[in-house]
């Protein structure tokens, strides 16, 4: 059982190059998120999907795209990177939104845009 | 919408002494509450969670918090820090379910340094 897993764990880009970030959970949850974390920023959230083919923008969604690829699979893209998202992302999932359950976040994967 | 605050940026303390982590929070209604830890180069790990009833949560590692609702404040404490608590520590909120099937919404953290 190996939780949540992100795809790569680090990533040098530059500017207007394109990546996707790769995150799986084999725990049979329902919902998803996106998060990136800054330096005195905390975690914020790009995108979450709330279930199996559904996906909502969070607090901070642009530059970025989400594709929730199946229950298992949410990936992330930045289709022309800027160095602002320069950050480390982290994938989580949970069991469902229309429950108080926790959330469970993968390994992360640091980006540094130059 | 529903917000956190963590007011310390960095909280010190001695091996062995009590340690606490602040925390309050802003939602209408009864919020979900959840502490969380980060360990170096690493993901998020769950501590505890508040959801209903008895006040006083106690989680891993020896960490407890205190839902207090006159003050919306949720404190992480721990009666004896070591120095393997050292790390960031993020609270947490939720509005309650009938606010909408809204995520998690994180405070900027906490940096806890605990010192030989």
């Known amino acids: 059982n190996a939780g949540v897993t992100q795809t790569p764990k680090f990533q040098v880009l530059k500017t207007g190059q394109s990546m996707t970030l790769q995150c799986a959970q084999d725990m049979n949850h329902n919902s998803m998120y996106w998060y990136r974390q800054d330096p005195g920023m905390g975690l914020r959230l790009i995108y979450y999907s709330a279930s199996e083919g559904t996906t909502d923008k969070g607090e901070v969604p642009n530059g970025y795209n989400v594709s929730r690829l199946n229950k298992r699979e949410f990936s992330l893209r930045l289709e022309s990177a800027a160095p602002s998202q320069t950050s480390v992302y982290f994938c989580a999932s949970s069991a469902g939104l229309a429950s108080p359950d926790t959330q469970y976040f993968g390994p992360g994967t640091r980006l540094t845009v130059l | 919408a529903q917000s956190v605050a963590q007011p310390e940026d960095q909280v010190n303390v001695a091996e062995g002494n009590p340690l606490t982590v602040k925390c309050t929070y802003s939602?209408?209604?009864?919020?979900?509450l959840f502490w969380y830890v980060q360990y170096p180069n690493r993901g998020l790990q769950f501590l505890l969670k508040y959801i209903t009833g008895d006040n006083l949560v106690k989680g891993s590692y020896g960490f407890e918090a205190e839902f207090n609702k006159s003050q919306t404040s949720f404190h992480l404490k721990k009666p004896s820090a070591l120095v393997s608590d050292s790390a960031l520590y993020f609270c947490a909120v939720r509005a309650p379910l009938h606010s909408g099937n809204t995520p998690l919404v994180f405070g900027k953290g906490t940096r806890l340094s605990v010192i030989a």
């Open positions: 939602v209408s209604g009864n919020p979900y």
